[in-house]
């Protein structure tokens, strides 16, 4: 009787074994992100903005002669926002050079990029800025600048310090986003 119950349960298990097994994809871990918060930047430096809160200001290291030059570290993220600055001095030659200069570097993307899109706009102080959004897996994923056209030129752009794709970072890449354009709108140069 025992044996035959065993036969029965073993056919009874090979029925219910009629579709492919598939392993599960790997997951992805969860990201909480904070609400949006600002602070001033202003002393010692050329420009004003509002940072986020939940990244930390430190002197950028790639050029230490550029005083003006910062990173804002989201350190929780695993990324960077690259904030460098230059003087024009009504200098349209310089002008040029700087834009051209911010166009090739995000042009320069264009092997792995799937998409550039590009938008100009004006900010709250009447300054011009330029945003470009890279899709794609691209070391940088938004870059910008900022100028008064005369005297001034901001330019940022984001980058992280993982090798994971851009998909699974997608939350984390909009939050940083919508810090940027707040920074871009906040930006007021000194004069």
Same mark, same amino acid.
């Given at each position: 009787?025992?044996?035959?119950?065993?036969?029965?349960?073993?056919?009874?298990?090979?029925?219910?074994?009629?579709?492919?097994?598939?392993?599960?994809?790997?997951?992805?871990?969860?990201?909480?992100?904070?609400?949006?918060?600002?602070?001033?930047?202003?002393?010692?430096?050329?420009?004003?903005?509002?940072?986020?809160?939940?990244?930390?200001?430190?002197?950028?290291?790639?050029?230490?002669?550029?005083?003006?030059?910062?990173?804002?570290?989201?350190?929780?993220?695993?990324?960077?926002?690259?904030?460098?600055?230059?003087?024009?001095?009504?200098?349209?030659?310089? &002008?040029?050079?700087? !834009?051209? /200069?911010? =166009?090739?570097?995000? @042009?320069?993307?264009?092997?792995? $990029?799937?998409?550039?899109?590009?938008?100009?706009?004006?900010?709250?102080?009447?300054?011009?800025?330029?945003?470009?959004?890279?899709?794609?897996?691209?070391?940088?994923?938004?870059?910008? &600048?900022?100028?008064? !056209?005369? /005297?001034? =030129?901001?330019?940022? @752009?984001?980058?992280?310090?993982? $090798?994971?794709?851009?998909?699974?970072?997608?939350?984390?890449?909009?939050?940083?986003?919508?810090?940027?354009?707040?920074?871009?709108?906040?930006?007021?140069?000194?004069?």
């Amino acid at each position: 009787m025992r044996k035959h119950l065993c036969i029965g349960l073993f056919l009874v298990g090979l029925m219910g074994c009629d579709e492919t097994y598939l392993p599960k994809p790997p997951g992805y871990n969860r990201i909480d992100l904070p609400e949006h918060s600002f602070e001033r930047l202003s002393e010692g430096y050329p420009y004003q903005i509002d940072y986020s809160s939940y990244s930390k200001v430190e002197a950028d290291s790639f050029n230490l002669q550029e005083d003006a030059w910062v990173n804002l570290n989201y350190a929780d993220f695993g990324a960077k926002v690259h904030l460098t600055y230059k003087r024009i001095d009504g200098d349209k030659v310089n &002008f040029r050079q700087l !834009s051209s /200069d911010a =166009f090739q570097l995000t @042009a320069q993307h264009q092997v792995k $990029a799937y998409g550039i899109e590009e938008a100009v706009l004006l900010t709250p102080e009447g300054y011009t800025g330029v945003v470009a959004e890279l899709s794609g897996e691209v070391p940088t994923q938004f870059q910008f &600048f900022v100028t008064d !056209s005369t /005297d001034n =030129f901001l330019r940022g @752009a984001l980058y992280f310090n993982t $090798a994971m794709k851009n998909d699974s970072l997608a939350p984390v890449i909009e939050f940083i986003k919508e810090d940027m354009v707040h920074l871009m709108n906040s930006v007021k140069f000194e004069d």
